[in-house]
């Protein structure tokens, strides 16, 4: 199974509401997940199943979609968010497949 | 608090052999389902290798298929990954990651709650 994020990077400002898609190759359901990358630090996990917050990350983050198509949406950006996104599809577990990624730049 | 060591890294030629190593802490490790993830210089992640919890079955992505070998030694709270015959194109961070069990306590979700910080391995001559 493809993933294919867009866009592959984006600049924007404190504040600012970004979103960030994910499209499957085949339909997976709810089966997406989504982390956040920073230089040097263990990845995290955001979202699981498409919409279901990990324990622990702030509520500016959600995820939205189903089958194909998915959405990564950073209500409000904060200056802790300029990272590198991916999403990952675990409908053909074990064999996980990532997207991308999105670099979140400050503009 | 869930803790994932990745050691093991560093410089190794072209078809020389590495092994690295996960210390897990902070949770039951024998119970959990385990993977190995990379990232090349410049790239975006891929998925490697899956164990589940009893080392009983095991997965591997095709590029490393036949030279990479994931174990895992559940009394000494420790995941593994054997690297031979390694290629330029095995340079990378190497991370190990926990999954996420599911509501009803099962594994094999393939959702990857915790991650190590990763450990260098550098092919080159």
């Known amino acids: 199974i493809q993933m294919t994020q867009s866009p592959s990077s984006l600049s924007a400002s404190i504040g600012d509401r970004v979103s960030i898609t994910c499209r499957a190759s085949q339909t997976i359901n709810n089966y997406l997940n989504w982390y956040q990358l920073k230089p040097g630090k263990a990845p995290k996990l955001l979202i699981y199943d498409a919409f279901s917050l990990q324990s622990g990350v702030p509520s500016r983050f959600s995820g939205s979609g189903s089958g194909t198509d998915f959405t990564l949406t950073i209500s409000s950006l904060q200056p802790d968010d300029f990272a590198t996104y991916y999403c990952q599809q675990s409908y053909s577990t074990p064999l996980l497949t990532f997207g991308g990624g999105t670099r979140v730049e400050i503009k | 608090q869930v803790q994932l060591v990745e050691s093991g890294g560093g410089l190794v030629k072209p078809g020389g052999s590495l092994k690295l190593s996960c210390a897990a802490s902070?949770?039951?490790?024998?119970?959990?389902?385990m993977s190995w993830i990379r990232q090349a210089p410049g790239k975006g992640l891929e998925w490697v290798a899956y164990?589940?919890?009893?080392?009983?079955?095991?997965y591997y992505a095709d590029s490393v298929k036949g030279r990479f070998t994931i174990s895992r030694d559940n009394a000494k709270n420790s995941l593994y990954l054997q690297m031979n015959s390694l290629r330029a194109e095995d340079t990378a961070v190497y991370y190990c990651?926990?999954?996420?069990?599911?509501?009803?306590?099962?594994?094999?979700?393939?959702?990857?709650?915790?991650w190590g910080q990763g450990t260098l391995v550098t092919v080159s001559s």
């Open positions: 164990i589940r919890n009893s080392g009983s079955n095991i």
């Open positions: 902070g949770f039951t490790f024998s119970d959990y389902y």
């Open positions: 990651a926990r999954e996420r069990e599911s509501t009803y306590g099962l594994m094999g979700t393939g959702t990857l709650a915790y």
